[in-house]
């Protein structure tokens, strides 16, 4: 009865501490997407006002269109994150249930060689993989991207999607071969729909990392046509340094995609990270 | 006849992932460690033992870097774990309270930091934080505090301090995330337990609460380990590769992008990027089994 007396001021308390953080998370971004929006005096002389009729220009994004190819560098961005999405997805969920559903020599211990990518970073083989790529001429390519980002995404999803596939009824499968459905198909009909909501899981952790990802785009496609949407706008940025509308509205261009998806996923992800799913 | 067929179906669906994550990660992770102990002379391949290692931590020119990034380094996972870890565990205690609202409102806004890429987050602070602008230090003449702006950003010795905490800034929401679900998974019977004990509010956070997480806190801190031992985006984003001024804010993954790719006038060295790799590699490996038999084998786990 001592904790209801004194919650009104501790929710007091805490409404104010939450908001004070979360202007701190918000603030950049918002001063980034007001001044992308004004024309270049008005950013210096009053960077936090809102663009009003007179202050109002689109003339740093008119630079980007013009200079920076961002639609090919989005539409790069999107294919690798897609393609990889896909193939982690894919393989992942088939190797997942292969460990989850059969009894092998070696189960455990392929389950254990798959779960040391959860805590090496790729990163560290860096050398050889680009070595690789290069005398498989597949530097500068999206494949170099997507095979890179699929590996990396694999131990994880194997971890997450087995310990799920386990909790899919046997009943279920051992009907499935009663009524003489092959392994394969028992996988894909009848254990993949069941688990969706573990794969958007999956799918949504593995996204942001692979769409903001600096280093292997750096590294094996630098290429023009290559270019990530992350990597494009670092270059772009690097060039235009002194031309405060193109960057901002870079930035903003930059920001928006990202936006969108966490908008339209937020709750899956939020429901995965809380679901313990990454303990 | 049946055995054997049992065993090609299991084939099938092991192959793609295994394969892929075999020669895309743990091939190239040992030719990588390999490659440490060669070198090259008149374009051709040459064993050298441990030659490579000796020059990085011996040779004065390499050993000064070297030390340089991984000191940067350490002081820059010592700051997540001094202000990130614990913002985090506060944000996550708050919104954990059943009574309060908009909590998903909160959760949701807090997060936005933690996907944006490196480079928005890199540039958006960089400009904000810039002289020329002049949003910080007119917020700070706002305040009254104007006198205290510097550009941070540019100072060797604020530098790495002030990058720390703006991947502090981005990250913060995935230890309030994992911390909040593990305060969320403490069954009510304790807490109410702990109530007709007479312990209540702060005491209960203390008390009862947080042994309750400790595990979660172990788990974020390794992330938060592995994570910082090979950063580089956030640096190179805002710094570049030079990790300027004066590579005050070096740390292991500029260091070793600079020496195996090259930058400017360097020219890139496999080779010693290679056992840059391995050290990171070894760190790494370090700071993983130190979690796992040290930290994670003794501490004790509830079953509820």
């Excluded at chain 1, 982690?88 to 989850?100: D, I, N, T, Y």
């Amino acid at each position: 009865m001592n904790k209801a007396r004194r919650n009104p001021f501790n929710l007091f308390a805490a409404h104010g501490i939450l908001i004070v953080y979360t202007v701190i998370a918000l603030f950049p971004v918002f001063v980034i997407l007001i001044n992308s929006f004004k024309e270049r005096r008005s950013i210096f002389r009053e960077p936090l006002a809102l663009p009003d009729g007179e202050s109002f220009s689109t003339v740093g994004y008119e630079t980007v269109f013009n200079q920076g190819d961002f639609f090919l560098y989005f539409q790069n961005s999107l294919i690798v994150t897609v393609a990889s999405l896909f193939f982690v997805l894919l393989f992942g969920a088939m190797a997942a249930f292969a460990l989850a559903e059969y009894k092998f020599k070696g189960n455990t211990l392929m389950g254990l060689y798959l779960a040391l990518g959860i805590m090496i970073p790729i990163r560290i083989g860096t050398v050889a993989i680009l070595e690789m790529m290069v005398s498989t001429g597949l530097v500068n390519t999206l494949w170099a991207l997507i095979l890179v980002y699929t590996a990396q995404g694999l131990p994880l999803a194997v971890f997450i999607l087995s310990e799920f596939m386990r909790q899919v009824s046997d009943d279920l499968k051992n009907a499935g071969r009663i009524d003489g459905l092959s392994e394969y198909t028992i996988f894909f009909r009848l254990v993949l729909p069941l688990v969706r909501p573990a794969m958007a899981t999956v799918a949504v952790f593995n996204m942001i990392p692979i769409w903001n990802d600096l280093w292997f785009p750096l590294i094996l496609a630098p290429a023009e046509e290559t270019k990530t949407l992350t990597l494009g706008s670092q270059v772009f940025i690097g060039q235009f340094v002194t031309d405060w509308n193109a960057v901002l509205s870079a930035l903003s261009m930059a920001i928006l995609p990202v936006m969108v998806l966490y908008v339209i996923f937020s709750r899956q992800l939020i429901r995965g990270i809380t679901s313990g799913a990454v303990k | 006849m049946r055995t054997s067929r049992i065993k090609w179906h299991i084939i099938v669906f092991l192959a793609p992932a295994v394969l892929v994550y075999t020669a895309i990660m743990i091939v190239p992770l040992f030719n990588t460690l390999r490659l440490s102990l060669f070198t090259e002379v008149d374009q051709e391949r040459v064993f050298v033992g441990l030659e490579n290692f000796r020059t990085l931590f011996g040779d004065p020119r390499w050993s000064e870097s070297f030390w340089n990034a991984l000191g940067n380094n350490f002081w820059f996972f010592f700051i997540h774990m001094l202000v990130q870890n614990p913002i985090g565990i506060l944000l996550a205690a708050l919104l954990s309270n059943p009574r309060l609202r908009f909590s998903a409102l909160y959760r949701t806004a807090i997060f936005v930091p933690t996907i944006l890429s490196f480079v928005i987050v890199g540039f958006a602070w960089k400009l904000i934080l810039s002289p020329i602008w002049g949003i910080a230090p007119e917020m700070l003449d706002a305040v009254g505090l104007g006198f205290l702006y510097q550009p941070w950003l540019g100072l060797e010795e604020t530098s790495l301090t002030t990058l720390a905490l703006i991947s502090v800034w981005q990250f913060v929401g995935i230890p309030m995330m994992l911390i909040y679900a593990a305060l969320l998974s403490i069954p009510d019977e304790i807490l109410e337990a702990g109530e007709c004990d007479g312990i209540t509010g702060m005491s209960a956070f203390w008390k009862i609460k947080l042994p309750l997480i400790l595990p979660s806190i172990g788990i974020i801190s390794i992330l938060t380990f592995v994570g910082n031992f090979n950063a580089f985006d956030l640096i190179y984003a805002a710094q570049g590769a030079l990790a300027g001024p004066n590579y005050a804010t070096d740390i292991l993954g500029t260091f070793m992008y600079r020496t195996f790719f090259g930058f400017q006038l360097q020219l890139g060295d496999p080779h010693m990027g290679s056992a840059i790799a391995s050290a990171m590699f070894v760190i790494i490996l370090i700071g993983v089994c130190l979690y796992l038999f040290g930290i994670q084998t003794r501490m004790r786990r509830y079953q509820f």
